[in-house]
T-cell receptor, first 111, second 114 residues
Framework: KNEVEQSPQNLTAQEGEFITINCSYS?????LHWLQQHPGGGIVSLFM???GKKKHGRLIATINIQEKHSSLHITASHPRDSAVYIC?????????????FGQGTRLTINP | SAVISQKPSRDICQRGTSLTIQCQVD?????MFWYRQQPGQSLTLIAT?????????ESGFVIDKFPISRPNLTFSTLTVSNMSPEDSSIYLC???????????FGQGTRLTVV
């Protein structure tokens, strides 16, 4: 079992729909990152969470430390949101500087 | 925030040859990380590059295949040596900043070995 599991692996939705991507992890963490990867391969960091909730524009990220679970929400989705979304955790037991990545969720928003 | 310039952005290489990927950061960072992302897979850490010392390689990756240089606090290179088609992947460099809480990534190098 992977230390970081994302669901769903693939998600297709219509423009305007509310999107939720989930991330569960099995290790103690000091931080959780949500990343966005566009088809060219470059990765952009969306959020870093250690507790609670963060919001940036149409994106909302939440984390429940007790349940070892995080969600990324996109409101009023748009075709430009189409990308792979990756959850990554920084553990407190394993190598302090390393990130462990989920397998990614491929999101496609149709106009 | 850190800005990382990675190049080349893509290349098509013949098997048996080597490719060197460069990452330049606009600020000084202690550690730089090199990742591989095979088609359809998530990112896998190859090694951590420290300035002034040997890189630390993860299990399954060796220095002879992936030599790394880290001549100063803003620059690093990863070489993919004696390439085979199995090396076709996206290679990314990354740094952590702000007390290792924010992650920044290069644009990625999409390598195809034929």
């Amino acid at each position: 079992k992977n230390e970081v599991e994302q669901s769903p692996q693939n998600l297709t939705a219509q423009e305007g729909e509310f999107i939720t991507i989930n991330c569960s992890y099995s290790v103690g963490i000091s931080a959780l990152h949500w990343l966005q990867q566009h088809p060219g391969g470059g990765i952009v960091s969306l959020f870093m969470l250690s507790s609670g909730k963060k919001k940036h524009g149409r994106l909302i990220a939440t984390i429940n430390i007790q349940e070892k679970h995080s969600s990324l929400h996109i409101t009023a989705s748009h075709p430009r949101d189409s990308a792979v979304y990756i959850c990554a955790v920084k553990g407190i037991i394993q190598g302090a500087q390393k990130l462990v990545f989920g397998q990614g969720t491929r999101l496609t928003i149709n106009p | 925030s850190a800005v990382i310039s990675q190049k080349p952005s893509r290349d098509i290489c013949q098997r048996g040859t080597s490719l060197t990927i460069q990452c330049q950061v606009d600020s000084q960072v202690t550690m730089m990380f090199w990742y591989r992302q095979q088609p359809g897979q998530s990112l896998t850490l190859i090694a951590t590059a420290n300035q002034g010392s040997e890189a630390t390689y993860e299990s399954g990756f060796v220095i002879d295949k992936f030599p790394i240089s880290r001549p100063n606090l803003t620059f690093s290179t990863l070489t993919v040596s004696n390439m085979s088609p199995e090396d076709s992947s996206i290679y990314l460099c990354s740094v952590l900043q702000r007390m290792n809480t924010e992650a920044f990534f290069g644009q990625g190098t999409r390598l195809t070995v034929v």
